[in-house]
T-cell receptor, first 112, second 115 residues
């Protein structure tokens, strides 16, 4: 039972590069979310989805895109990386938001 | 607007002491859910508890207990007889039923249990 799988675990990007953080879950959860964690800021919601084909913005969506073509996958795209996007990114899923989320192990991203 | 406040940024206690982590929330909704998550030094996020707004019973799970009081909009977490393994960052969170139950987190409290 893999749960929520995030890849890669670590990534270094140069300013202006683009990349996709991958997230997959095998629990048939409808709800999926992306958070970023920065020191002293807690977890801030970037984007979320309540099912395939449905996405919405969270608190800090600028500079990120998402799509949800399948129930299992919810990739997060950085369009043009900036140093301000240096953070730890967590993907999470739930069968219903009020049920609480299961989190992936995180991706530590550094933009230089 | 929904908001979760964890006023204690960092707490240090000596092992075996009891410690309470405070959480105050703001919401205009009558139906909502509250959560606590633990983030140990290894970095993963571990779900601890969920409480819905209609259930004000306190809950105890081993050395952990939670005190939910709607009158003060608080959902505090107490660890009894703390152990070094309890050292972690603890997050309180609130679901937003008006926005597809997206979950809003507080900034966390870093707990140090000193041997």
């Amino acid at each position: 039972n893999a749960g929520v799988t995030q890849t890669p675990k670590f990534q270094v990007l140069k300013t202006g590069q683009s990349m996709t953080l991958q997230c997959a879950q095998d629990m048939n959860h409808e709800y999926m979310s992306w958070y970023r964690q920065d020191p002293g800021m807690g977890l801030r919601l970037i984007h979320y989805s309540v099912g395939a084909g449905i996405t919405d913005q969270g608190e800090v969506p600028n500079g990120y895109n998402v799509s949800r073509s399948t129930t299992e996958d919810f990739p997060l795209r950085l369009l043009s990386a900036a140093p301000s996007q240096t953070s730890v990114y967590f993907c999470a899923s739930s069968y219903g938001g009020s049920a609480g989320y299961t989190f992936g192990s995180g991706t530590r991203l550094t933009v230089v | 607007a929904q908001k979760v406040t964890q006023a204690q940024t960092e707490i240090s206690v000596v092992e075996k002491e009891d410690v309470t982590l405070d959480c105050v929330y703001e919401t205009r909704d009558t139906t909502y859910y509250l959560f606590w998550y633990k983030q140990p030094p290894s970095g993963e996020l571990v779900f601890l508890i969920r409480r819905n707004s209609f259930d004000e019973q306190n809950e105890i799970s081993g050395r952990y207990s939670w005190n939910f009081q709607k009158s003060t909009s608080s959902f505090n977490f107490t660890i009894t007889a703390s152990q070094v393994v309890d050292s972690a960052v603890y997050f309180c969170a609130l679901s937003d039923p008006n926005r597809d139950d997206k979950i809003i987190f507080g900034k966390g409290t870093r707990l140090h249990i000193l041997p």
